[in-house]
């Protein structure tokens, strides 16, 4: 299938997988054994100047957008998701500098993340506070020239790996969803600390941390656009962001699907190849339409926010919603082709599959971008009569 | 500093298969890639430029697809490549190749250093690298697994051996040819495969080189391959296991039972 990409996002492509095939996939299934987190294939995506794709090039960026660094996330992610969580997570971190930032933040940070010398993280979360983000307690108390900051994210991918994090706290609680903004907190202000590593079902070789905020003072001037502004940051961020998953979707389910076809046409039982059973070949068939769909769709979106259009949210919530499901049926399935041999960790289905459950939770759960898109739905149809 | 790297385009023999009825390669649908040796003297070319500072130039001798293999070498980090190309030197042998080859860097200008992997993995002959600096009059040590110093005039090296390693110091310009151990080569980045797309790659045919005819090509090569097969498979042999003492006696006692000693 060709998609019309061009020479640099052909590029992008070739390099991402050359990065997956020779870096990743040798590791893949020590760095989920061990909980590991991919520094080294990390330094390595900064030195092929992954990590700065979406970066306009005067801050030392390709200068790219969301259909560069998805093709990008696709690629890592057919080799491994908790490797390309790891990276996406650094885009995620930079998004609000990117969209919100004045000139002399982006000057300051935007440059040593296209470089890949620091990693980024995004902290919204709470322990209370997960698809009702609008019920965070972290605050941040003005005092002269600087903020003070107080309250624990959790769950906070590159919690404790990335150097920069852009971090959403109340400013002024009576104001309700416009009572919250964004600040840059860099790892090493004195207050600032983390939890310990979570333990998870898959994305293993990612580090998912809470982040502790005890009379944590940072200069006003990193603040991220104006006082109020937090959620909206935040939410903009996101609806930029969710193609990324959609191509974690995509990038996973390809690998299964791939490994599956591959076990299908080498196994034999009742004297034939598993493959020549058209159950089985039905079931790839299934696997590739979904696949190829939420590629379609996902590349689509992402050229269309590319674009500079405004009002993406609900299209944005599609392509994370269906690159999610497709990949939880695809690699549930690929364990289902591969039978009990699908089921042992010697082969790489079974973690494919544990990985791709949390597609469907962050960056908003699918039933929360169903929402979305029925609020978008609702307000689309008011609008035409 | 002025580096040279002389690289060469090979079948990716890890994919080739043999023609069992004619012993020669099977080289259609094969991908070429880059001799893998070489990719340790374009990786420690760069570093010695990005510490250093200078231009590394990347030069190969061989068809004009061998262009794919130049614009890997930019994307990896070199500055300038050079395609010497020409009917006249289709068939070299490693003496030829060596020959062309150093009229080739001669018309460069000013060269510091040359680097080549040690052999190629098609003909594993290990010899255009000592060959060429020999035809340039300059010293060459093969076999290095370390670039220790570097300076203007001068360089020391780790040359490995079966047993161990020598520290050798030599003058500039000379020619090393590399081991994998030397480095750990990078990964294209993404700026350099931009840039490999768009660069000059410089041709360099008969008619621009001070050589002669004679020494040019098949018929300018003095070796001559009279025929190629595959070594019949010899026995799996004896396996002498224990300990040192008891297999020492044991195989004494063979070879006696032989009569060969
Ligand atoms: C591995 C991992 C990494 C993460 N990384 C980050 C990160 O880097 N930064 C960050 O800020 N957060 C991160 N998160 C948090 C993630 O975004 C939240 O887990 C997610 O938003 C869901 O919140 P919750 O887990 O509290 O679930 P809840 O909100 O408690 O939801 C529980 C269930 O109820 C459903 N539900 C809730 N409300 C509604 C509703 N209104 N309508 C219908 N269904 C509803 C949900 O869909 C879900 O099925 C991460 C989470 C995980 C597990």
């Not at chain 2, 190309?85 to 009229?103: I, K």
């Not at chain 2, 080549?116 to 009059?137: E, F, H, M, N, R």
């Not at chain 2, 020494?215 to 190629?228: F, H, N």
């Amino acid at each position: 299938m060709d998609y019309f990409l061009t020479e640099e996002q052909q590029a992008i492509q070739e390099i991402a997988r050359q990065i997956a095939e020779e870096k990743v996939v040798p590791v893949r299934e020590e760095l989920d054994e061990k909980e590991q987190f991919p520094a080294e294939i990390m330094e390595i995506c900064g030195q092929s100047d992954l990590f700065g794709l979406a970066i306009p090039e005067e801050y030392g960026g390709f200068g790219g957008g969301v259909l560069e660094t998805s093709l990008a996330v696709e690629e890592l992610s057919k080799a491994c998701l908790g490797v390309s969580v790891s990276f996406a997570a650094t885009g995620l971190g930079c998004y609000p500098i990117l969209l919100f930032g004045s000139d002399e933040q982006k000057q300051k940070y935007l440059p040593v993340l296209a470089s890949g010398e620091q990693l980024a993280a995004f902290g919204l979360t709470e322990a209370d506070a997960g698809s009702d983000a609008g019920g965070i307690r972290t605050t941040a108390t003005k005092d002269g020239d600087s903020y003070i900051l107080n309250g624990t994210k959790q769950w906070i991918t590159n919690g404790g790996e990335a150097g920069i994090y852009t971090i959403i706290a109340i400013t002024d609680r009576r104001k309700g969803p416009r009572g919250a903004s964004s600040f840059i907190v860099e790892k090493g202000t004195p207050g600032f600390s983390f939890g310990k590593k979570e333990k998870k079902m898959g994305i293993r070789a990612s580090a998912t941390r809470e982040l502790v905020f005890e009379d944590c003072r940072i200069p006003a001037e990193n603040r991220l656009g104006r006082e109020g502004m937090g959620f909206m940051v935040a939410m903009r961020t996101l609806d930029i962001s969710r193609p990324g998953i959609a191509a974690q979707g995509v990038g996973v389910a390809q690998g299964a699907l791939d490994v599956a076809v591959n076990y299908a046409r080498e196994r034999k039982q009742f004297g034939q190849t598993i493959i020549s059973f058209q159950a089985v070949q039905h079931m790839l068939a299934d696997m590739a339409i979904k696949t190829e769909a939420a590629r379609a769709v996902t590349y689509s979106v992402a050229r269309y926010i590319d674009s500079g259009a405004k009002d993406f949210s609900k299209m944005s919530a599609i392509s994370k919603v269906l690159g999610a499901d497709v990949a939880m049926q695809v690699t549930t399935d690929a364990v289902q082709v591969l039978g009990g041999y699908g089921y042992m960790r010697e082969y790489p289905v079974e973690k494919m599959m544990r990985d791709a459950k949390i597609l469907q939770i962050y960056e908003g759960t699918n039933q929360i971008q169903r929402n979305v898109i029925g609020a978008g739905l609702i307000k689309e149809y008011a609008q035409k009569k | 500093m002025n580096i040279v790297v002389c690289i060469k385009q090979v079948p990716d023999t890890t994919k080739v298969k043999i023609n069992p009825e004619t012993n020669t390669l099977i080289r259609e649908g094969v991908e070429s890639i880059i001799n893998p040796f070489d990719h340790y003297a374009i990786e420690e070319a760069v570093r010695l430029k990005e510490a250093h500072g200078g231009t590394v130039k990347v030069m190969t001798m061989g068809p004009p697809q061998a262009e794919t293999a130049l614009r890997e070498a930019v994307s990896l980090g070199a500055d300038e490549a050079y395609l010497v190309s020409d009917r006249a030197f289709a068939g070299s042998d490693t003496w030829s190749t060596a020959y062309t080859l150093a009229a080739a860097i001669r018309n460069l200008g000013d060269t510091d250093l040359i680097l080549c992997g040690k052999q190629a993995i098609d003909g594993d002959t290990a010899q255009v690298g000592p060959s060429l600096a020999d035809q340039l009059d300059i010293p060459f040590v093969a076999f290095v697994r370390k670039v220790r110093t570097i300076t203007d005039t001068e360089l020391v090296v780790e040359r490995v051996f079966e047993e161990g390693y020598e520290v050798v110091q030599s003058p500039l310009p000379a020619l090393i040819t590399v081991v994998k151990e030397i480095n750990e080569p990078r990964l294209p980045s993404l700026k350099g495969k931009m840039k490999a797309k768009k660069c000059e790659i410089v041709m360099v045919s008969r008619s621009e080189l001070e050589v002669e005819d004679p020494y040019l090509g098949l018929d300018g090569s003095p070796t001559r391959v009279v025929k190629i097969f595959s070594p019949d498979l010899k026995r799996a042999g004896e396996k002498l296991e224990g300990e040192p003492q008891d297999i020492a006696e044991k195989l004494v006692r063979n070879l006696r039972d032989q009569k060969l000693i």
